[in-house]
Each structure stands twice: as C-alpha cells, then as structure tokens.
C-alpha cells in the first residue's frame, strides 16, 4: 500500500531543493511511497520561511552513506539517499507563509525536523494537493480533471484513488497491468523502468461513464511517457483486429523516421493472450472509440 509521508528539506543550510533526491536518515518510507517536500530557509528579517516544493514519488532507495556540502563549506552525512519522480511539481516552489491556511506556530512545530522525513496529516494533504492543483496552468487538462475530482468528492479516499487514476497510478495502474498479464513495461516499447510508465486511458477521462470506467483496466494501456502522449493526443491509436490490436500512426503529424525513432513500428501487433474474453470485448470497445477520433484527426 502506498503511504504518504512529508519530507523537510533544510534550504537555508544545504540550498536548493534539486528535485531529483533528498537525503535523510529515515528509513520509514519504501520505493513507491509519495513525499510532499517543504523546505524551509531565512528571510532577510531572520524569520522562517517555508515553501511547498511539489509532491513526489520514492523511485528508489541508496542505502550507501551519502555526504552533502553545506553552505559553508563543511560535510553532512546520512544513511540513505530517495532518487525521486516528479508527480506534481509547481513552475515556481510555493511561499507557504503568504497562503491561506499558514499558521506559523504550528507550521513550524509541525514541519521543522531536521533533514527528516515523518507521517503526515491528512488536513495538510488536502490543503498542499489544492496549493499545487491552482498553481497548475489554467488550460490544463489534467488540472481542470483533478480541480472537477475536488468539488465533487469531500471523502479522502475516493479523492485519491479517482486522482492517482486520472494521472495513470495507483489502483487504475494495478488495474491496468492485472488486465494484460504482461508486466510493468510499455506495451509498445518494451520500456520497463517503472517511473516512465503510466497507465494511459483508452476512453479519456473527461468522457468516461463514472468510476467505473475510470478505473476498469480494460480501459488501459502501460506505456512509457512520450508513447503516452503521442496515444492521448491520437497521433497513434490501434485497429482492433480479431484477437490482436494492430498499431497505426498519423503520418501527417508523426513521421516514420521519427516514430521509428521512438521504438515505434507501424503494424505492431498486440495480442490478447494473457487478458480473457471479457477483458478483450471491453478494450475492442474502447478502442473503437479511440480509433475514431484518430481517423477523424488524420483526415
């Protein structure tokens, strides 16, 4: 089970946060767990200042001892090191003392330990995912999609659960890779470094009937990043043929030499082997759907 933790890194003794890993003595938190990170620093008036550097997800874990230099010279060491994924990370790390809701005593009591990493209160997941969720370009769509989850669901958990499925993680992910029974690797590169996958929704979100098709993994496909994208925006899709899906691309807009580039063959088949008969009839018809509107925009 996923766990969320918050992470305290000190900036006004190491520098800036770099947003790749954060070093800690902690040994609470496990690969696949996900970290608000705060850091604190100085003010030209001496007094505290905090900032929301974005939520990630624990990549993986060196166990080596690890040195940092501080700001005046002389070496830190701690036990472990957390390489990081970027989940949702602002343009601009967020000045928490300006924002609705700072109370500086309890702020400070609360978040100020050290180069630490601790349990973390639901009241302040809620009040960081909607600091992080406005601070997102106004014409995102995942923004809008996650913005939409907020004002219709005040319980914690579905919240959750529908947001980690609207950005390809969590139970839609599980979902996703229990439905193909191959893996965790893009169904079209082969790709099986974890933290470049994300389960992409076949029938987008802003068109599915419910939860249920929110989360049905027939409604999905494990594929690294930019497959991701290029699938979203329908420069590729798949013709669903009788016990295979067959990949076609939108020359137009995606060169061949470029998509070959990309680990992508025009043809490409993917067979149902591993997925049932049920799950088969589900993705055939979400498929159709996106195959449509991939014919529409290569006209």
Same mark, same amino acid.
């Given at each position: 089970? *996923? =766990?969320?933790?918050f992470a305290y890194h000190m900036k006004h003794k190491f520098g800036a946060f770099n947003k790749s890993w954060i070093l800690t003595d902690k040994t609470n938190v496990?690969?696949?767990?996900?970290?608000?990170?705060?850091?604190g620093d100085k003010g030209f008036d001496g007094k505290n200042v905090y900032f929301l550097e974005g939520l990630f997800t624990v990549s993986s874990i060196g166990e080596d001892k690890h040195k940092i230099e501080d700001k005046n010279g002389e070496y830190a060491s701690f036990n472990f090191k957390?390489?990081?994924e970027e989940k949702v990370v602002p343009f601009k790390s967020l000045n928490l003392n300006d924002k609705d809701g700072y109370d500086k005593d309890?702020?400070?009591?609360?978040?100020?330990?050290?180069?630490?990493?601790?349990t973390i209160n639901p009241k302040y997941i809620a009040w960081f995912d909607?600091?992080?969720?406005?601070?997102?370009?106004?014409?995102?769509?995942?923004?809008?999609? *996650? =913005?939409?989850i907020y004002e219709s669901s005040d319980d914690l958990t579905e919240r959750d659960t529908l947001i980690k499925a609207r950005i390809g993680q969590g139970v839609f992910r599980k979902n996703v890779i229990e439905t193909w029974g191959l893996g965790e690797k893009c169904l079209i590169t082969g790709i099986d470094i974890?933290?470049?996958?994300?389960a992409s929704h076949i029938r987008p979100w802003s068109k599915c009937n419910g939860i249920k098709d929110r989360l049905d993994?027939?409604?999905?496909l494990l594929l690294s990043s930019n497959i991701d994208k290029l699938f979203d925006n329908h420069l590729i899709s798949f013709e669903n043929k009788s016990d295979e899906l067959e990949l076609v691309i939108n020359k137009k807009q995606l060169p061949i030499s470029l998509a070959k580039k990309l680990g992508i063959q025009i043809g490409q088949k993917i067979p149902f082997t591993n997925v049932g008969l049920t799950n088969e009839e589900n993705i055939k018809k979400y498929m159709k759907e996106h195959y449509s509107t991939f014919l529409e925009k290569s006209s």
């Open positions: 089970m *996923i =766990k969320k933790y496990k690969e696949g767990d996900e970290l608000y990170v705060i850091s957390l390489y990081l309890s702020f400070h009591n609360y978040f100020s330990s050290g180069q630490g990493i601790n909607k600091l992080l969720l406005d601070s997102a370009p106004s014409d995102s769509e995942v923004s809008n999609d *996650i =913005k939409s974890k933290c470049l996958l994300v993994g027939a409604n999905g």
